[in-house]
């Protein structure tokens, strides 16, 4: 085996991490519980990092030795303290390789662009965020600043969208829904007032993105409540869009835009937001993500640390 790098998706939730050759192909692939400390803790994301490498290396038939370079994208590493905390935790697992550590957006970024940092992408998940770069490596974000104080446009606003219009509904403040029905049937729950209990009693922000798909198919069915809520989101991820591109003087350069993110699988949501993006952003090249963040982060190491190659897919 000849030498290869290392890409890692450090999530909420799981953890992928590639293991990828000079010439750009994967050589190796592992998904092992989340590596966000703050979601399971500070030893359980260090032993789910090491079982990932330690696997995905074994797939790939690399030893340690062979690894000439290790990028991870995570959430929440814009802050030194935790940044410092995960080239520790590398330096103790992969002895001597060197790393880098980027925010996961950029990893996104990088996975659809081939590790070229140009360009712009819209993550919409359960939060939301965009990250780019113009050609002089300046970066931008805006968004993900949590459900509390933004994220217009993410999974957790639609669903908190249908919810607020149902509860409106039966108020007789706003218009009756189709989302009412949907949305009791989606939770299982008899009546609006089963609601309240639902909603409170764990306000996890997963469980209301799980009903952004209720406005998704409410809106596709032809209800005006839920097509608002789309047009609004898909406004909102423009907004954000927006804001990144005249920070970055991009409004009038043709550069890719890739969407990302669970929310924006939908077809019904994603050509809402397509659309609205081709009115802030006219030349950009709009298209989805189709590999995984790893593979960025592999591709970034790839450009790092080995020279180009004649076969680099």
């Known amino acids: 085996m000849s030498e290869c790098v290392v890409g890692v998706d450090g999530g909420g939730t799981k953890t992928a991490v590639v293991v990828m050759a000079p010439s750009g192909h994967l050589l190796g692939h592992s998904v092992v519980g989340s590596t966000n400390w703050n979601s399971v803790g500070t030893e359980a994301a260090r032993t789910h990092l090491a079982l990932g490498l330690e696997e ?32 520790h935790w590398l330096a103790e697992i992969l002895p001597g390789v060197p790393a880098l550590v980027y925010n996961d957006a950029v990893i996104a970024l990088a996975a659809g662009t081939q590790g070229n940092l140009y360009g712009v992408v819209l993550i919409s998940g359960t939060g939301m965020i965009v990250y780019g770069f113009n050609r002089d490596g300046q970066e931008a974000r805006a968004g993900g600043w949590g459900a509390l104080l933004g994220d217009e446009g993410s999974g957790y606003a639609l669903g908190a969208a249908a919810l607020k219009a149902v509860t ?13 029905p949907a949305v009791l049937a989606r939770l299982g729950l008899d009546t609006v007032e089963d609601l309240i209990d639902w909603a409170y009693q764990d306000m996890a922000w997963e ?19 839920a097509e608002a809520i789309l047009d609004a989101g898909a406004e909102g991820l423009a907004v954000a869009v927006d804001a990144v591109i005249r920070r970055l003087g991009l409004r009038d350069e043709a550069f890719p835009l890739i969407l990302a993110g669970g929310t924006l699988r939908s077809p019904a949501y994603a050509e809402r937001v397509r659309a609205r993006l081709l009115q802030v952003a006219p030349g950009a090249t709009v298209q989805p993500l189709e590999r995984e963040p790893a593979e960025g982060a592999a591709w970034l190491a790839l450009q790092r640390w080995m020279p180009p190659s004649p076969t680099r897919a």
């Open 168 to 180: 409106w509904a039966a108020d007789g403040r706003g218009p009756e829904t189709a989302l009412a």
């Open 56 to 87: 995905a290396l074994r797939l790939a038939q690399c030893a340690p030795s062979q690894v000439r370079g290790i990028c991870v994208g995570a959430a929440g590493v814009d802050r030194p303290r935790d940044r410092e905390r995960l080239l």
């Open 207 to 225: 469980r209301f993105a799980n009903l952004a798909p209720v406005a998704v198919t409410c809106a596709a069915e032809g209800d005006p409540v």
